[in-house]
């Protein structure tokens, strides 16, 4: 059974920074892909990161140059440095196994981590 555990989630002011782990479980986590999401209310769940079992990451637009992927598979631990937030990035953001060859999730889910960041 996948478990998935996000963390490092809080409020933040405009500019700062987050770093937001997810601890796995139940999967060969060093030959899976994995991906970050976030849904803010009233809106559908989006795609943020991703990357590749060889490490090779995938960005949304939006987080581009803001957003960095990483994954520790000694820890079975991925995680998403989050640089020069911004309001708009204020969503719940959860982790997940991931297609990378369309950037979808395969539909484990944690309970994922709150982020907020004030103007």
């Known amino acids: 059974q996948v478990q998935l555990v996000e963390s490092g989630g809080g409020l933040v002011q405009a500019g700062g920074s987050l770093r937001l782990s997810c601890a796995a479980s139940g999967i060969i986590f060093s030959i899976t892909a994995m991906g970050w999401y976030r849904q803010a209310p009233g809106k559908e769940r989006e795609f943020v990161a991703a990357?590749?079992?060889?490490?090779?990451?995938r960005y949304a637009d939006s987080v581009k140059g803001r957003f960095t992927i990483s994954r520790d598979n000694a820890k079975n631990t991925l995680y998403l440095q989050m640089n020069n937030l911004k309001p708009e990035d204020t969503a719940m953001y959860y982790c997940?196994?991931?297609?990378?060859?369309?950037?979808?999730?395969?539909?484990?889910w944690g309970q994922g981590t709150q982020v907020t960041v004030s103007s």
């Open positions: 990357i590749s079992s060889r490490d090779n990451p």
């Open positions: 997940a196994p991931t297609r990378i060859a369309t950037l979808k999730p395969l539909g484990s």
